[in-house]
């Protein structure tokens, strides 16, 4: 595998001074080389490799020990057909894993009741406890996949049809989908796509926005260079024309620009049973 610097330049599209660290190269590894599969070879994958990847991703920590997620395995051809449809996301048929990923309060909710106390923490802080701990969970299985060499793909899009959803794997009070994820062995190749460059991202001691517009730049400039939007692929182009120097400053502000069409989710969240109070 490529040495660090290689891996962080592939990253940011800058140089990188790194120093191999004492230990955990192959993790690092792994991390640094993230990208995301969307087509995958007709190999199954293992159900009890499955089965320890799984056990990888509940390893992520969780706020307050409360283990608010649930990981449903979507197996059934029909389910993930019909959650292919729901979430407009052909690949969700054929992959070879398919994961929904949920938010759950509700698991604790009962266990509280069943032992004869109120349940009295319908907040809005602890739908957010939920999605974090669900996000950690995540990203945990896809740095457990991607390290034996399995590709992966989130899937917001499943977001797209909350209702149809809820009802198409049965969520009870409680629970909402926070992403999809599709995996199997990658049947495309890759490149790794520019993160925005940790001048930007990382603050030192308070937050800062200095210097903002002429680090975008170079960043749009890089990522130009590495994978340039065709004209015909420039977003919302019926709307905005066509843009010059099209970048992903420019591709973002569009994508920002207009709704995206995924459900309301504080009207589910209601239907789900939570106050957001
Ligand atoms: C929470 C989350 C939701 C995502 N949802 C989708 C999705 O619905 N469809 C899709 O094709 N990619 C989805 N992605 C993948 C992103 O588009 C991808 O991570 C991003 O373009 C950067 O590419 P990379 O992962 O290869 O670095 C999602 C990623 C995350 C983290």
């Not at 409360?66 to 054929?94: C, G, P, Y």
């Not at 940790?198 to 130009?224: F, K, Q, T």
């Not at 065709?230 to 420019?250: L, T």
């Amino acid at each position: 595998m490529a040495e660090f610097d290689e891996l962080v330049k592939a990253r940011f599209g800058t140089d990188g001074d790194t120093s191999p660290p004492a230990a955990g190269e192959e993790v690092l590894k792994t991390i640094l080389a993230h990208r995301t599969y969307r087509k995958y070879s007709d190999e199954p994958v293992d159900e009890a490799l499955l089965e320890l990847l799984l056990a990888c991703a509940l390893s992520a920590p969780a706020k307050s020990d409360l283990m608010q997620f649930s990981v449903i395995h979507v197996s059934a051809e029909d389910k993930k057909s019909r959650l292919a449809e729901l979430s407009n996301t052909s690949w969700i048929a054929t992959a070879p894993v398919v994961l929904l990923f949920c938010g759950d309060t509700g698991r604790n909710r009962s266990i509280t009741r069943a032992r004869g106390y109120d349940y009295s923490q319908n907040t809005l802080d602890s739908f957010f406890n939920a999605a974090v701990d669900t996000a950690l969970v995540m990203q945990n299985f896809t740095i457990a996949a991607e390290a034996v060499g399995l590709g992966c793909c989130y899937v917001s899009q499943v977001r797209l049809h909350l209702d149809e959803v809820g009802e198409l794997f049965a969520l009870p009070e409680g629970v909402f989908p926070v992403c999809g994820l599709t995996a199997g062995w990658p049947g495309e190749e890759r490149d790794t796509t520019y993160r925005i460059p940790p001048e930007v991202s990382v603050h030192h001691d308070v937050y800062s926005s200095e210097g903002l517009a002429e680090s975008m730049d170079g960043y749009d400039a890089r990522r130009n260079r590495q994978r340039p939007t065709p004209p015909e692929k420039q977003m919302y182009r019926e709307h905005y024309g066509e843009a010059g120097n099209y970048g992903w400053s420019e591709n973002t502000a569009r994508r920002l620009s207009r709704p995206d069409g995924l459900s309301p989710l504080r009207a589910f969240l209601v239907k789900q049973g939570f106050d957001l109070a």
